[in-house]
């Protein structure tokens, strides 16, 4: 069995500061970080080939340093890592994205065999589009089961998986043809320690990178220029003043509050 | 999967504003109201009228609804193999609609089934698709959807526009815009479409559904929300956050560290990798305000907060700090509200 999970590095949303007076991102000293959906996906494409057997490739687009994200995939047991970097793809939208990574899993596809099983992150913590995923299943034509938290079964001989996915009201199980494209919750699984063969192998891998040079893409579906949606402007929310604290005995403060919030309290007949 | 080909390459050949109606075994999603009532406001603005769009096994009864929130035509594909949501053939019978009717903008609900099903349309008929808005307007100079979207979590808004593909796409927070019926509503025209698929040919069967508290709950749909951190010491604690949600007529949920904790169910967290909430009233007890919970909370109208540290980062967001325990605030708080709910105020 082979499994191909799109993996991003993103900046460490929780170390991000906004600029009041620029508007702007302070990302300087922000650590990037492998998107904490993905390190799930990792998890369960490894788990379901110890399982099963097969391999597990990993890809992502980004800049060169995007190679950190890739072995921490390997560190989680990965098998193989593709960095997809070009500067091409500068500024791409998301429409751009899932061409580009379309192409890239085309090349490893021919590289390592076919893929059963492809999954990514439900959304990439910095965007929070949930869009790449979707659109690269579609431009496989593979059905797309998304908000994954639960692998029920997987036939290979009779090549079918179960799966469960949260909707919108609880949760449906649902049967699907290998190949098959998942994007995922956190709930899924419980991330287990990287063991130390595997981090010993990650220190040393290989990080494959693909290219203009070595995939193939038709460069009018590629970066900020052929990317339909464009940036109008960017700025900051207002920023939230801090409030009154409420001084006085717990008692005094829990009337104060009592009476502030007393308009929500339900009628009773 | 559609044909591409088919598709209309001339932009100044799409028109009107297109919405589309979720709906769950017949049951509308209040969201496509409020997408609705926003579209009529941006067609006066762009000289254009509105259209409702329906897929389902039965959705018919949905135009008289459709009709008061201001759609002049309502498009219906109705046919049994739609009777449970599934992205790919809801794909393919939109596509189609689009191909032939050519929407110039077609909104979603930013709902689980709307963001769903959006990625899939959007890449499919190769356009743009701007995420989870929540500010939508008609630059009048181009005539272009300006759709503003927070990015970072809410820590950096975005205003993006697709100049050059059709239909322009976004998907619409819930509760972002209100629903407001029309004043005078009159039947509008209900135009019915056929696909050309059968069951046989879609891949994917849903085998089992499970409604259930502990999946997805839609925390957006409540005015009051109650949440706990790590603060609140332990799960049998929460009895106290859901006492009090209860009494507000609200609903509870947690932190990530809560969930990490297995005080909270993950589908109950607020937050970066939770759901993101704007309720009228928000009361943060125990929680610090770790920046992944902050955005997925802080345009709340009301933020009560509740901490033992009195230099929390929740703090900084609040509308009312209190410096207390939560385990020991929480019930004298419900005590109080107790009585002025038996005795009023």
């Given at each position: 069995m082979h499994i191909l999970v799109f993996v991003k590095q993103v900046p460490d949303a929780s170390q991000v500061r906004v600029n009041y007076e620029t508007g702007t991102l302070i990302r300087e000293g922000v650590p990037a970080i492998l998107n904490p959906f993905e390190e799930h996906a990792v998890e369960e494409a490894v788990r379901l080939k110890d399982e099963h057997g097969g391999k597990v490739t990993v890809l992502t687009m980004g800049?060169?340093?995007?190679?950190?994200?890739?072995?921490?995939?390997?560190?989680?047991?990965?098998?193989?890592?593709?960095?997809?970097?070009?500067?091409?793809?500068?500024?791409?939208?998301?429409?751009?994205?899932?061409?580009?990574?379309?192409?890239?899993?085309?090349?490893?596809?021919?590289?390592?065999?076919?893929?059963?099983?492809?999954?990514?992150?439900?959304?990439a913590i910095d965007g929070d589009t949930a869009q790449t995923g979707p659109g690269i299943a579609t431009r496989?034509?593979?059905?797309?089961?998304?908000?994954?938290?639960?692998?029920?079964?997987?036939?290979?001989?009779?090549?079918?998986?179960?799966?469960?996915?949260?909707?919108?009201?609880?949760?449906?199980?649902?049967?699907?043809?290998?190949?098959?494209?998942?994007?995922?919750?956190?709930?899924?699984?419980?991330?287990?320690?990287?063991?130390?063969?595997?981090?010993?192998?990650?220190?040393?891998?290989?990080?494959?990178?693909?290219?203009?040079?070595n995939v193939n893409l038709d460069k009018q579906q590629c970066g900020l220029k052929h990317s339909p949606t464009m940036v109008k402007k960017a700025f900051t929310p207002e920023k939230r003043q801090r409030g009154a604290t409420l001084s006085g005995t717990l008692d005094e403060v829990a009337d104060q509050i009592a009476s502030k919030i007393a308009p929500f309290l339900k009628k009773v007949s | 999967m559609i044909d591409l080909s088919k598709k209309d390459p001339d932009i100044s050949h799409y028109k009107d504003i297109w919405v589309f109606i979720e709906q769950t075994d017949g049951k509308p999603a209040q969201v496509s109201f409020e997408l609705l009532t926003k579209a009529r406001e941006l067609a006066a603005q762009r000289g254009c009228s509105v259209a409702a769009v329906a897929v389902g096994k039965s959705v018919s009864h949905l135009a008289e609804k459709v009709f008061k929130y201001g759609a002049e035509r309502f498009y219906i594909i109705e046919d049994e193999i739609f009777a449970d949501y599934r992205t790919e053939p809801y794909r393919d019978a939109l596509c189609e609609l689009v191909i032939k009717y050519k929407p110039e903008v077609f909104l979603v609900g930013a709902t689980t089934q709307g963001r769903d099903l959006s990625g899939t349309v959007a890449t499919a008929l190769r356009t743009g698709l701007t995420a989870d808005t929540t500010g939508q307007e008609i630059d009048p100079k181009t005539g272009y959807l300006?759709?503003?979207?927070?990015?970072?979590?809410?820590?950096?808004?975005?205003?993006?526009?697709?100049?050059?593909?059709r239909p322009q796409m976004s998907t619409v927070r819930p509760g972002v815009f209100k629903a407001v019926e029309?004043?005078?509503?009159?039947?509008?025209?209900?135009?019915?479409?056929?696909?050309?698929?059968?069951?046989?040919?879609?891949?994917?069967?849903?085998?089992?559904?499970?409604?259930?508290?502990?999946?997805?709950?839609?925390?957006?749909?409540?005015?009051?929300?109650?949440?706990?951190?790590?603060?609140?010491?332990?799960?049998?604690?929460?009895?106290?956050?859901?006492?009090?949600?209860?009494?507000?007529?609200?609903?509870?949920?947690?932190?990530?560290?809560?969930?990490?904790?297995?005080?909270v169910p993950q589908s109950r967290q607020v937050g970066q990798t939770g759901q993101t909430v704007h309720p009228k009233l928000y009361i943060a007890c125990g929680i610090s305000g770790a920046i992944q919970h902050l955005v997925g909370m802080q345009t709340s109208d009301t933020i009560i907060a509740i901490n033992t540290d009195p230099e929390a980062p929740i703090f900084d967001v609040s509308s009312y700090c209190i410096v207390e325990d939560a385990v020991k605030f929480l019930p004298k708080l419900i005590e109080k509200l107790k009585n002025t709910q038996r005795f009023g105020g």
């Open positions: 800049p060169p340093q995007a190679s950190e994200a890739l072995k921490q995939c390997l560190a989680r047991g990965a098998d193989k890592a593709y960095l997809l970097s070009d500067r091409i793809f500068a500024g791409s939208d998301t429409l751009a994205t899932s061409y580009a990574l379309y192409e890239g899993a085309r090349k490893i596809i021919e590289l390592e065999g076919d893929v059963d099983l492809f999954f990514a992150g439900k959304q496989f034509d593979l059905p797309l089961v998304t908000y994954l938290i639960k692998i029920n079964e997987i036939n290979l001989e009779e090549k079918y998986v179960v799966a469960t996915r949260l909707t919108e009201f609880g949760q449906e199980t649902v049967k699907v043809p290998i190949p098959v494209f998942f994007t995922v919750e956190e709930s899924l699984n419980v991330l287990s320690h990287s063991p130390l063969p595997y981090l010993i192998k990650a220190e040393k891998a290989k990080i494959e990178l693909l290219s203009g040079e | 300006w759709m503003t979207r927070p990015t970072f979590g809410g820590s950096l808004m975005a205003t993006i526009y697709c100049p050059k593909h029309i004043e005078n509503p009159k039947a509008g025209e209900i135009i019915r479409e056929k696909v050309d698929f059968t069951e046989d040919q879609i891949v994917k069967k849903i085998l089992k559904k499970v409604v259930s508290d502990e999946g997805t709950v839609n925390l957006g749909f409540y005015d009051v929300i109650v949440a706990g951190g790590k603060g609140m010491g332990s799960k049998e604690n929460f009895a106290m956050i859901k006492e009090l949600a209860d009494l507000l007529g609200g609903t509870w949920a947690g932190s990530r560290m809560a969930v990490q904790l297995g005080y």
